[in-house]
Nanobody, 119 residues
Framework: QVQLVESGGGLVQPGGSLRLSCAASGTIFSANAMGWYRQAPGKERELVARISSVGTTLYARSVRGRSTIARDNAENTVYLEMNSLKFEDTAVYHC?????????????WGQGTQVTVSS
């Protein structure tokens, strides 16, 4: 069973920075694309950043240029560093794993970590 455990959320002032971590178990981590999504109150879950198994990255326009997603395959961990945080970055951030099963891909999700940007 794939398990994803996020950490690193909290209260941050506007303009501040944070780094989220997601530790994965129960899967061949290096073979999976990994991603970070977020969901703000009253809004749909949206992609923040994604990194493929070979390190290709993709960012939402809203965070591009001030966020970095990275993976450490030796530690089975994916990170999201965010800088210049804005009020609108407040959300629950969820880690996502895209795990190949047969000819398809199955999505797994972590429980999420709250990020609150407030002065």
């Amino acid at each position: 069973q794939v398990q994803l455990v996020e950490s690193g959320g909290g209260l941050v002032q506007p303009g501040g920075s944070l780094r989220l971590s997601c530790a994965a178990s129960g899967t061949i981590f290096s073979a999976n694309a990994m991603g970070w999504y977020r969901q703000a109150p009253g809004k749909e879950r949206e992609l923040v950043a994604r990194i493929s198994s070979v390190g290709t990255t993709l960012y939402a326009r809203s965070v591009r240029g001030r966020s970095t997603i990275a993976r450490d395959n030796a530690e089975n961990t994916v990170y999201l560093e965010m800088n210049s945080l804005k009020f609108e970055d407040t959300a629950v951030y969820h880690c996502n794993a895209e795990v190949r099963e047969g000819f398809g891909i199955r999505q797994f999700w972590g429980q999420g970590t709250q990020v609150t940007v407030s002065s």
